[in-house]
């Protein structure tokens, strides 16, 4: 499968930016402008091309497992987002580090994600000297560290001044002498205020050219695995819903005979189906209560926030309405787009019917999963009403009643 990693993370950026800002205050387009001050350090370091392009899909995935960190501490009885001073760096760290080593980089980037919050004198989670710590690590570091004490969104002459104050005073302390040197000299003043008019993405593919790749199966199986535990880990009601379809549509790709690209493909779009859900309130995603008609089309919307997303990376044009379209309905009462059978073709027909399966079957922390025969039941009864596709509710049925047959003997 052809693909621009790059392209897919900055976009995808946004919506890690959400999580932070919903669970820690963190201003929109950090991950970019986090990126693109690591790249313009980078480049001043004579970095080449592809190495320039590892330390900025590393800048924008440095808090990948911020979300399952914080789930993590949930299920253990504490609710960090509560005090972010509880929050402990190392831990996610240590998870982020896992995740990378998923992803398809071209050159060594172990280190980068680990060590992105040691200090030059040690005084990090890991004890971890400017000796000790890659230097992917310290430019991230520092730039990660500007953002978010700065907020780069918008920058004044002031602020500027301040800024510089800051990392100088900072110097052999939070930063080694060489970064702050490094940071001074590669991002100019100019160059800074143009982040205020929320240009970074725009400087990053000016600076570096997106380039796409053709990736194994593995590795895009990889990618998306990275991308279903960021999204699934946002809400504690969610854990393997994204990772759960993705291995289903595979599995359903298998059984109608489908290429081996388009079942790659399928899982793909199973595993990014519910990104748009990085965008939707934590509060409302995880409400007890009934939902109010506004809070309602609030959550509807994470079906459009998957679409335009997704729509934006270069080559996911199907992949894009396989996976954001797993809302819509045969009879066009679906959503966002209210799409109609003529115009939903056999993957997205699909996603759709998979989508309710996985929900109704997997276990929730507020209920046990329904079993395959009450569930088939369910989508039986929707497939009557003209909603769903009846045949592949039967082919579901087909693939996954011996499964889920052997799941209930287990338990």
Request: glycine share 6%.
């Amino acid at each position: 499968m052809k693909l621009s990693i790059n392209d897919l993370l900055y976009q995808f950026s946004y919506a890690l930016d959400c999580v932070e800002h919903d669970l820690l205050g963190t201003t929109t387009h950090h991950g970019q402008r986090v990126a693109c001050m690591s790249v313009e350090m980078g480049a001043a370091l004579g970095y080449e091309k592809q190495e320039l392009l590892d330390l900025a899909a590393c800048a924008v995935l440095h808090d990948n497992a911020l979300t399952e960190y914080i789930q993590e501490e949930w299920r253990r009885g504490f609710d960090v987002t509560e005090n972010a001073d509880l929050i402990s760096l190392g831990s996610h760290c240590t998870l982020g580090e896992r995740n990378l080593k998923q992803m398809p980089f071209c050159g060594d980037v172990s280190g980068s994600v680990l060590y992105h919050h040691e200090n030059a004198d040690g005084t990090g989670p890991f004890g971890k000297t400017t000796d000790e710590t890659p230097m992917n690590a310290q430019i991230i570091h520092l730039a990660d560290q500007v953002d978010a004490k700065w907020d780069l969104s918008y920058i004044s002459e002031e602020k500027y001044q301040k800024l510089i104050h800051f990392l100088e005073s900072e110097t052999d302390r939070q930063f080694s002498k060489e970064c702050v040197d490094l940071f001074i000299k590669s991002l100019p003043k100019k160059l800074l205020f143009s982040f205020g008019r929320e240009k970074a993405l725009v400087i990053l593919q000016e600076k570096l050219p997106l380039v796409e790749k053709e990736y194994n199966d593995t590795e895009i199986k990889g990618i998306s695995d990275v991308m279903a535990n960021i999204i699934d880990y946002k809400s504690k009601f969610t854990r393997k819903h994204s990772l759960g379809i993705a291995q289903k549509a595979e599995k359903m790709g298998e059984f109608y005979g489908y290429s081996k690209e388009d079942i790659t493909k399928l899982y793909f779009a199973g595993a990014l189906h519910d990104v748009g859900k990085l965008v939707v309130d934590r509060d409302i995603l995880e409400k007890a209560d009934k939902l109010t008609d506004d809070e309602y089309r609030h959550i509807q919307n994470h079906a459009y926030y998957s679409y335009d997303i997704l729509r934006r990376v270069k080559g996911l044009e199907e992949v894009t309405k396989w996976a954001s379209w797993h809302h819509e309905k045969l009879d066009g009462s679906g959503y966002p787009f209210g799409k109609t059978a003529e115009e939903l073709n056999e993957p997205e027909r699909l996603m759709c019917c998979l989508d309710i399966y996985q929900a109704l079957t997997e276990d929730r922390p507020y209920k046990a999963g329904m079993t395959h025969l009450k569930s088939m039941e369910i989508l039986r009864d929707m497939a009557q009403k003209g909603m769903l596709d009846a045949k592949i509710v039967e082919d579901i049925h087909t693939v996954f009643q011996e499964d889920r047959a052997n799941e209930s003997e287990i338990r």
